[in-house]
């Protein structure tokens, strides 16, 4: 079982930046399909972005393509968030998620993840 940490929110100003971090536990991670995604109060979980086993493939949301940046470190253990030029509909509890896959996916569902963290929480000042 895959224990997933998420670190690196907290409050930035509209057009600023952060980089979030979620270490996973566990060997070879790089079996590991990795997704970010970002639940704010009332609304649904949405997909924010994934990334293969090896990084070489990537999907975005639409709503944050050309701002964020997702990554992966396989010998860290470690997939990163890079999100600039921040609004405030960003503001959200950003949850890492992982699912066992060799495959490039996609997987933009909650629902074919089987493994999360416990979320950190970003929050954007207009």
């Known amino acids: 079982q895959v224990q997933l940490v998420e670190s690196g929110g907290g409050l930035v100003q509209a057009g600023g930046s952060l980089r979030l971090s979620c270490a996973a536990s566990?060997?070879?991670?790089?079996?590991?399909?990795m997704g970010w995604f970002r639940q704010a109060p009332g609304k649904e979980r949405e997909f924010v972005a994934a990334?293969?086993?090896?990084?070489?493939?990537?999907y975005y949301a639409d709503s944050v393509k050309g701002r964020f940046t997702v990554s992966r470190d396989n010998a860290k253990n470690t997939l990163y968030l890079q999100m600039n030029s921040l609004k405030p509909e960003d503001a959200a509890v950003y949850y890492c998620?992982?699912?066992?896959?060799?495959?490039?996916?996609?997987?933009?569902?909650?629902?074919?993840?089987?493994?999360w963290g416990q979320g950190t929480q970003v929050t954007v000042s207009s």
């Open positions: 566990g060997r070879t991670f790089s079996n590991y399909f």
């Open positions: 998620a992982t699912r066992r896959s060799i495959f490039s996916g996609p997987y933009t569902v909650p629902q074919e993840y089987t493994n």
């Open positions: 990334i293969s086993g090896y990084g070489n493939t990537i």
